[in-house]
């Protein structure tokens, strides 16, 4: 069973910065597509960002220039650098992850839904 934590969320003030870590587990010898998403109190949850098996990455439009995503496959762990805050920036941070997948399948294209989710963390950014 893939796992999930994420950490490194906080209160800063506009324009400051966060790293979240999405430390994930439960899939030796496979790989898992991962995304980041959020959810403000009162809204739906909505893609932040994406980082698909070839390394391409995919922003919603509210944080493109602001926030980073990457992988590190040996570690097994998903960051989101985030920069240049804004208090609309302020939700729960979830990561999340698809289906595990054999890694040496050359061409494999990540699906769009995911199966697996952290338990967030909280992202605060006051004016």
């Known amino acids: 069973q893939v796992q999930l934590v994420e950490s490194g969320g906080g209160s800063v003030h506009s324009g400051g910065s966060l790293r979240l870590t999405c430390a994930a587990s439960g899939y030796t010898d496979r790989r898992v597509c991962m995304g980041w998403f959020r959810q403000a109190p009162g809204k739906e949850r909505e893609g932040v960002a994406r980082i698909d098996s070839d390394g391409s990455t995919t922003y919603a439009d509210s944080v493109k220039g602001r926030f980073t995503i990457s992988l590190d496959n040996a570690k097994n762990t998903l960051y989101l650098q985030m920069n240049s805050l804004k208090p609309e920036d302020t939700a729960m941070y979830y990561c999340?992850?698809?289906?595990?997948?054999?890694?040496?399948?050359?061409?494999?294209?990540?699906?769009?839904?995911?199966?697996?989710w952290g338990q967030g963390t909280q992202v605060t950014v006051s004016s």
């Open positions: 999340a992850a698809s289906a595990p997948y054999y890694y040496f399948i050359r061409g494999y294209k990540c699906p769009n839904e995911y199966s697996y």
